[in-house]
C-alpha cells in the first residue's frame, strides 16, 4: 500500500488567497484525521470523518477553514481567505475503525 | 480534554547509549501510540499500544494502562533515532489522537 498521499508537500501562497489541501488515504480505511502542527501549540486535531461524514470539527479554526470528503478515498481542506497565522505543517491520517493511525507526509504551508 | 505530558522535553546522548521516554496521561484510553518525528517532519507510528509491552528490534514500550502511563526504551541509540518522539492519546479509541508536546531527542556520535 502506498499509504497515506498528501498533495502538495509544499504550498507557498500569499494573504488572501484561497489554499486547498488534498489527502488520499490508506484504501479500505474508514476513518480520516486533518490535523495542523506548528511551533506554539503542536500537534492539534482540525476535524477528523467516518465513512465519508464529519464527526468533530470543533478543532477547525474558524470559518476560513472547510474541509470535505465526497469520497472514501479523497479529501480536501480549504483555506480561504488564508492568513499568514495559518503558516503550519498540515498533516492528513488515517485508519481503520479504532486501530493504528497512520500519518501522510504533511503539506508544509507559507502565507506571505 | 484529555491532558498528556510527556518527559524529559530534551535529551542529548551520545551513541550506544540507552534512554526512557516517559507518557503520563490523565484519562483512561483505548489507543495510545508512539510516534517518531524524524529530521524530514515525517510522522512514523513506532507502536499502537493501549496497554501491554511490546518490541521491535531496539526499541520497545510499555503501558501500564491502570495507572496512566506509557514508557518507550530505546537501547544501544543511534544518530538515526534523532527526532522528536511524540505520545498520542485517544479515550474513546475511535476519535482524534490528542498529542504530548514530545521528546527532542539528539544523538550525538
Known amino acids: 500500500d502506498a499509504g497515506v498521499i498528501q498533495s502538495p508537500r509544499h504550498e507557498v501562497t500569499e494573504m488572501g488567497q484561497e489554499v486547498t489541501l488534498r489527502c488520499k488515504p490508506i484504501s479500505g480505511h474508514d476513518y480520516l484525521f486533518w490535523y495542523r502542527q506548528t511551533m506554539m501549540r503542536g500537534l492539534e486535531l482540525l476535524i477528523y470523518f467516518n465513512n465519508n461524514v464529519p464527526i468533530d470539527d470543533s478543532g477547525m479554526p474558524e470559518d476560513r477553514f472547510s474541509a470535505k470528503m465526497p469520497n472514501a478515498s479523497f479529501s480536501t481542506l480549504k483555506i480561504q481567505p488564508s492568513e499568514p497565522r495559518d503558516s503550519a505543517v498540515y498533516f492528513c491520517?488515517?485508519?481503520?475503525?479504532?486501530?493504528?493511525?497512520?500519518f501522510g507526509s504533511g503539506t508544509r504551508l507559507t502565507v506571505v | 480534554g484529555i491532558q498528556v505530558e510527556q518527559s524529559p522535553p530534551d535529551l542529548i546522548l551520545q551513541e550506544g547509549a540507552n534512554s526512557t521516554l516517559r507518557c503520563n496521561f490523565s484519562?483512561?484510553?483505548?489507543?495510545l501510540q508512539w510516534f517518531h518525528q524524524n529530521p524530514w517532519g515525517q510522522l512514523i507510528n513506532l507502536f499502537y499500544i493501549p496497554s501491554g509491552t511490546k518490541q521491535n528490534g531496539r526499541l520497545s514500550a510499555t503501558t501500564v494502562a491502570t495507572e496512566r502511563y506509557s514508557l518507550l526504551y530505546i537501547s544501544s541509540s543511534q544518530t538515526t533515532d534523532s527526532g522528536v518522539y511524540f505520545c498520542?492519546?485517544?479515550?474513546?479509541?475511535?476519535?482524534?489522537?490528542?498529542f504530548g508536546k514530545g521528546t527532542h531527542l539528539i544523538i550525538q556520535p
Open positions: 498520542a492519546v485517544d479515550p474513546g479509541g475511535a476519535d482524534g489522537l490528542t
Open positions: 484519562d483512561s484510553v483505548n489507543n
Open positions: 491520517a488515517s485508519s481503520l475503525a479504532t486501530g493504528v493511525r497512520t
